[in-house]
């Protein structure tokens, strides 16, 4: 099973946006995310910090997946990546 690793603000909503949250608003260094059915989320935006593991286990537990849903979106995002970057097809 992979472990969560703490991860940059960017990436969280990257993956956040793939599973159907949209940006509500954003007021200083937090943005608001909610999602069709009604979850909602606060990510905070912080310039060169990553989102420490404990934060990001509580935005799982806050936006009602598993650790393991959340983690094969994350790993989808790093392959599509890596794609680009690299120019695989």
Partial sequence: MAELRPISAKKLIKVL??????????????????HLEGRRVTVPIHPNEEIDRSLIRMIIKEIKIT??????????IWTNCSIQVFGFP
Avoid at 67 to 76: A, C, G, P, V
């Fill in 67 to 76: 650790k393991e849903e959340f983690i094969k979106q994350l790993e989808e």
């Fill in 17 to 34: 946006s793939r599973m159907g949250f949209q940006t509500v608003r954003q007021k200083g260094s937090h943005m608001r995310l909610e």
